[in-house]
């Protein structure tokens, strides 16, 4: 079945670093692709998205361009803020007819400090 | 405001016993799913369901049972059969099953 890799944790930032979280994919055809957020306690947030190649997903400073080519969605920000600390989510959903599941990497717990 | 509660925030199950997480939407969308994150694990999906009245199971299913009479509710049991019940387990909808899913909150079951 697909899956999804991302990089291991946990990520520790000073505040204003510069920051990327790899994300690589196995499906085939051009799934759609998403990154979300999960504060502590919390459910998970959309954070952006991209539907086909060379889209590029943006919200709150945070960017990543769907590589068709390395099969991969890296997560990228200029600088991180001390509340960007959450777990981030690498997902996937196969464009094949009938699929509706999401596919989940690992996450990647990001701590930022002052 | 339109988004999707889930109750309770915690719960506690007693050996062999059955319990139900509730999960609510009032974002009109068709799609619910139900997920199990565990510690230092991605998401995987229990069960989903497109319409009303019908429902799949996901990659997890064993020991757990869903119902989908309303358009608006999604519950999901955890039934006696399920040996690892402890877990995160969170509730997402969809415009339809192709669309964005959006989650709820989180319910956290604990065994005593």
């Known amino acids: 079945g697909d899956s999804v890799t991302q990089m291991e944790g946990p990520v520790t930032l000073s505040e204003e670093a510069f920051l990327t979280i790899n994300c690589t994919y196995t499906?085939?055809?051009?799934?759609?692709l998403f990154w979300y957020v999960q504060y502590p306690g919390e459910g998970l947030q959309l954070l952006l998205k991209a539907t086909k190649a060379d889209d590029k997903g943006s919200n709150k400073g945070f960017e990543a361009t769907y590589r068709k080519e390395t099969t991969s969605f890296h997560l990228e920000k200029g600088s991180v803020q001390v509340s960007d600390s959450a777990v981030y989510f690498c997902?996937?959903?196969?464009?094949?007819?009938?699929?509706?599941?999401?596919?989940f990497g690992k996450g990647t717990k990001l701590s930022v400090i002052p | 405001d339109g988004g999707i509660t889930q109750s309770p925030k915690y719960l506690f199950r007693k050996e062999g016993q059955n319990v139900t997480l509730s999960c609510e939407q009032n974002?009109?969308?068709?799609?619910m799913y139900w997920y199990r994150q565990d510690p230092g694990q991605g998401l995987r999906l229990i069960y989903y369901s497109q319409i009303v009245n019908d429902f799949q199971k996901g990659d997890i299913a064993e020991g757990y049972s869903v119902s989908r009479e309303k358009k608006e509710s999604f519950p999901l049991t955890v039934t006696s059969a399920q040996k690892n019940p402890t877990a995160f387990y969170l509730c997402?909808?969809?415009?339809?099953?192709?669309?964005?899913?959006?989650f709820g909150p989180g319910t956290r079951l604990l065994v005593l």
């Open positions: 974002l009109n969308h068709d799609a």
């Open positions: 499906a085939t055809g051009y799934p759609s």
């Open positions: 997402a909808s969809s415009t339809r099953g192709r669309e964005t899913q959006y």
């Open positions: 997902a996937e959903r196969d464009s094949g007819a009938g699929s509706y599941q999401l596919t």
